[in-house]
């Protein structure tokens, strides 16, 4: 029953910004570390960004200040700011949550569904 509903992707002219969001739902004991991955047209899916429960942060390099990754434990919230965006950065973006489900449990991964970013003048 656990969900992960992304949000924010869209079109944007480079040098543009975009907003992420992903909010986790359902039964949820326990989120460890979360993160972004993009998948663009004839490529792997590659991580963009990972953000630890205690909020330690990885980027791969190509994104290193441009875009910064966050979390809201309360709200079981993973956010994903993007700015001086770049036609490289077009992809379809998903969120990605190691996710306790129940109590007893260990932790699973769960993917948003995924949204579309496009750079593009």
């Known amino acids: 029953q656990v969900q992960l509903v992304e949000s924010g992707g869209g079109l944007v002219q480079p040098g543009g910004s975009l907003r992420l969001s992903c909010e986790a739902s359902?039964?949820?004991?326990?989120?460890?570390?979360m993160g972004w991955y993009r998948q663009a047209p004839g490529k792997q899916r590659d991580l963009v960004a990972t953000?630890?429960?205690?909020?330690?942060?990885n980027y791969r390099d190509s994104v290193k200040g441009r875009f910064t990754i966050s979390r809201d434990n309360a709200k079981n919230t993973v956010y994903l700011q993007m700015n001086s965006l770049k036609p490289e950065d077009t992809a379809v973006y998903y969120c990605n949550a190691a996710i306790k489900a129940w109590p007893r449990g260990g932790y699973d991964d769960y993917w948003g569904q995924g949204t579309q970013v496009t750079v593009s003048s």
């Open positions: 953000i630890a429960s205690r909020s330690s942060i």
């Open positions: 359902g039964s949820i004991f326990g989120i460890n570390a």
